[in-house]
């Protein structure tokens, strides 16, 4: 289901009945997914020989088996797209090694606009991801994403018929591949609600991160440690994003909050939203 409102939005939306019918839309075209999965999860278990078969009238859908297949799919689905792709992106992956068609595709002009659950940002090896280091991305961050996915050219989707964590049991249950058709508007309409309550994310590329416990500072560090404190992330893991020790970052969050007149984080992050806001 879809999360809560944020608490800034309330006022603008109270009594606008339009907001509140599309609110309602979306979690009935999320519940209905569910059911989707529900109903391909069992198809696919009683015929998991094949590597990809139709499993919806019209060949609207089918299923990918095998982590072979699978990243073949991943990779091809990139490699086809003409303007963007969209991701819910968190743990597990399909390959150790991350996206690797990601920085050839950024460079040939398509747009990667991808929303990052808090744990792909703790995740082992996350800082080398190329998501975070290729200039080019677009990139926020959320406390929890409904799945994993991947749209292309709004026509295509894919996601994995399991929701859950352990790598091999989403690997094995398979990977739906969806074409162009009702359900990809709908996960399309899904990805543009979550993007736009997601956490805008700067990340420092390869060569920028700083090693010296007594870094003073800058405006772009400065900016990289906002947007990385209001998605959430723990001091630890914003600290080995950046490349400066704990104590470094501690200091310079409370130097932010001398600054800027706050007295906690929690007013530190408001301060940074409205100033975005205006």
Do not use: C
């Not at 991947?150 to 990977?175: H, K, N, Q, W, Y």
């Not at 993007?195 to 990340?203: S, V």
């Amino acid at each position: 289901m879809p999360d809560q409102k944020h608490p800034d939005s309330v006022d603008a939306g109270t009594g606008n009945a339009d907001y509140v019918a599309a609110l309602s839309g979306l979690a009935a075209v999320e519940s209905g997914l569910a059911s989707v999965r529900e109903r391909l999860t069992a198809l696919a278990a009683v015929r998991p020989s094949r590597p990809a078969e139709p499993v919806m009238p019209g060949g609207i859908a089918e299923v990918i088996h095998g982590e072979a297949e699978q990243q073949h799919v991943i990779e091809q689905l990139q490699r086809e797209a003409r303007k963007e792709v969209l991701t819910f992106v968190r743990p597990p992956y399909v390959a150790a090694a991350g996206n690797v068609v990601q920085k050839e595709r950024l460079a040939a002009g398509v747009e990667y606009r991808s929303l990052y659950e808090t744990t792909a940002l703790v995740y082992p090896g996350a800082a080398d991801m190329p998501g975070f280091v290729e200039p080019g991305e677009l990139a926020r961050a959320a406390p929890s994403v409904p799945m994993k996915l991947m749209i292309v050219d709004a026509e295509r989707a894919l996601l994995p018929l399991s929701g859950g964590r352990d790598r091999s049991v989403v690997s094995s249950a398979g990977l739906l591949l969806l074409h162009p058709s009702v359900l990809v508007d709908a996960l399309l309409e899904l990805f543009e609600d979550r993007w736009l309550r997601g956490t805008p994310l700067r990340m420092p590329s390869l060569g920028e991160t700083d090693e010296d416990p007594e870094f003073p500072g800058s405006p772009e560090l400065d900016e990289q440690l906002l947007s990385l404190l209001m998605s959430g992330l723990p001091d630890k893991a914003i600290a080995s994003q950046l490349g400066i020790s704990l104590r470094t970052l501690q200091r310079r969050i409370r130097s932010l909050m001398e600054s800027t007149g706050t007295a906690n984080r929690t007013q530190l992050a408001w301060f940074v939203a409205q100033q975005r806001l205006t």
